[in-house]
């Protein structure tokens, strides 16, 4: 019997804003088996893909992504934002609701032909995770499919990457 993943998110209304109702995975975190069972399923999703290495963007894309990389025996390559990575990199700005965001991937954290699973909690709008395979195929990485916790469908955010597999374990209506 495989677990229904909906059972392990809370919503909560009104927040961060009135009229938002945000879709919190930290109950799936905190409780063993589910956190290993949605771990399990994006690492197989991800294995039939021959993927070798999981991107991410900061920060809820490193508490999926990296169990998984674990997992798979393969590299985490970490999309951060402006002045967390030290070294040489490639930028990729998105839309937001109120202005603009930018990400960042060291240059050499995607070798050219590299098969990229692309990693995150929550498919919303689909700009934070269009702006990371950006960034993964600017560094000649191939994203070979997408993975999400939680995918809210009303957000529309497959629409902005529809042309690339996506595995979602969970989805809600309802911003």
């Known amino acids: ?97 109120y202005g603009q965001s930018t990400l960042y991937l060291h240059k050499d954290a995607i070798k050219p032909g590299q098969r990229v699973l692309v990693c995150d909690d929550l498919l919303a709008t689909g700009g934070t995770i269009a702006a990371t395979i950006e960034l993964v195929e600017r560094l000649g990485g191939i994203v070979v499919g997408t993975a999400f916790i939680v995918e809210l469908k009303d957000l529309h955010g497959r629409d902005k990457i529809k042309n690339y597999d996506i595995l979602s374990l969970t989805e809600f209506d309802g911003a």
Request: aromatic share 10%.
């Open 1 to 97: 019997m495989s677990l229904n993943f909906k059972d392990y998110i809370a919503s909560v209304p009104d927040f961060p804003e009135p009229g938002v109702i945000f879709r919190d995975i930290s109950p799936l975190m905190a409780d063993g088996a589910a956190y290993a069972a949605a771990t399990d399923a994006i690492a197989r999703y991800a294995q039939d893909k021959g993927v070798e290495m999981i991107a991410g963007p900061e920060a809820r894309g490193f508490i999926v992504g990296c169990p998984v990389a674990y997992k798979l025996g393969v590299g985490f390559a970490p999309a951060r934002k402006k002045g967390k990575l030290p070294r040489e990199t490639v930028s990729a700005s998105y839309g937001l609701e």
